[in-house]
């Protein structure tokens, strides 16, 4: 049994550790950063404060944010044009999972010559890239979701075949993680309660992912129960802090325990995402009892043991109630036809395009392109296997 296994980067919590973002630069090494965040958050009061905290320190602040959620191949090569033009020497991501995404794939393509979808996640294509040329990286997320803070990759849509692709380096890990409770009091209930879902499914689907990784097994358990504890007060109550610490806790958790694996919740979850521009948590909490009821089989004696340390009745059929009263009490749709016109699915496409995906290899049981078609129906009929 042979496992190669790997833990993240330094990380920096509390209330008002942004604050601290001019040090982490300093232990970071970069003089002259690239801020990067997404075009809704650069115009907010948070973001302008912390832009203009950093211009007090730093002669030259180039800002990018170009970009919005489910992000292109395009907005990550604008960036690097930018980064290039003012000889930026590193990267402060600032955001949700799409900004992050974007400043590591930055600090990660500025010296590089190869196209970037040479370095997606097959095999060993991140050898292709000159490690010595990655740029340091400062990951500040603002949502409690992606977990990309992380993360050794980037989920980033190819604009020309509109597939979502996984980017992957061992070096995209930021070299220091700023998780502030007090960048997101301000999420809406609803954002909060999608990106909240995605961090279930990622410590969930880690969990249940085949594999000799105890050290995964034992942060995805803790990243559920904090779930369970803090979700429901950080979506009834935005300015509860230990909920909303708890919550960053579990999103960096469940980033860092699926590196075990994934499975058909993302594999479903990233064509939607492509095709339709459909928030990634919003989608992962649709499909996930569809997946887990798929998966019933194999992982009946993970799930139970998931209850037993969340505290929930010891059955399989317990968990998955716990699963459809969350998603009932957040306003979570029970259909992915609740939030696409069933008539524009293509069905044949999207179940090869979630065959292909990288996750499907994690799925506890192994798929074929007809069990994504078959997943695909029951979530746009509402039946549960």
């Not at 509390?14 to 650069?42: Q, Y």
């Not at 490690?131 to 604009?159: D, F, M, Q």
């Not at 325990?257 to 979850?269: P, R, T, V």
């Amino acid at each position: 049994m042979k496992s190669n296994w790997n833990y993240p980067t330094t990380v920096w919590t509390g209330e008002d550790r942004s604050a601290d973002l001019p040090e982490a630069c300093l232990v970071a090494k970069i003089k002259n950063p690239l801020f990067v965040t997404d075009k809704d958050l650069v115009t907010l009061p948070m973001t302008i404060k912390t832009i203009n905290n950093l211009k007090k320190v730093f002669k030259h602040l180039s800002v990018f944010s170009n970009f919005s959620g489910n992000p292109f191949g395009k907005n990550i090569m604008e960036g690097v044009e930018l980064y290039n033009k003012h000889q930026c020497d590193g990267v402060i991501a600032f955001g949700g999972g799409s900004a992050l995404d974007i400043g590591k794939g930055i600090a990660f393509m500025c010296g590089q010559t190869r196209p970037l979808w040479d370095f997606e996640d097959v095999g060993d294509h991140w050898k292709r890239a000159d490690e010595n040329k990655i740029s340091p990286i400062i990951a500040i997320p603002t949502t409690a979701g992606t977990g990309s803070e992380t993360g050794r990759a980037s989920a980033i849509v190819n604009e020309t075949t509109g597939v979502k692709k996984i980017i992957f380096h061992p070096k995209f890990m930021p070299t220091i993680v700023i998780l502030d409770p007090l960048l997101t009091i301000d999420l809406p209930p609803r954002i909060t309660a999608a990106t909240g879902m995605d961090a279930l499914a990622h410590n969930l689907e880690a969990f249940c992912a085949p594999g000799f990784h105890p050290m995964a097994d034992g942060i995805a358990l803790e990243g559920m129960r904090l779930i369970k504890n803090s979700l429901s007060l950080a979506v009834k109550d935005g300015k509860n802090i230990k909920a909303r610490t708890d919550m960053l806790a579990a999103a960096s958790m469940g980033s860092t325990a699926f590196q075990k694996g994934l499975g058909a919740i993302h594999s479903l979850s990233h064509p939607v995402n492509a095709q339709f521009n459909i928030h990634h948590g919003l989608s992962n909490a649709i499909f996930m009892p569809y997946v887990l009821t798929f998966n019933k089989n194999e992982i009946s004696e993970r799930i139970i043991s998931i209850c037993d340390y969340l505290g929930l009745e010891k059955s399989f059929d317990s968990f998955i109630k716990w699963v459809m009263d969350l998603r009932e009490e957040f306003n979570i749709p029970h259909k992915l036809s609740d939030v696409i016109d069933e008539e524009k699915i293509d069905l044949d496409k999207l179940s090869k395009m979630a065959f292909d995906d990288p996750s499907t290899n994690g799925n506890p049981k192994k798929l074929t392109k007809e069990d994504m078609r078959t997943m695909y129906q029951h979530s746009i009929s509402g039946t549960l296997f």
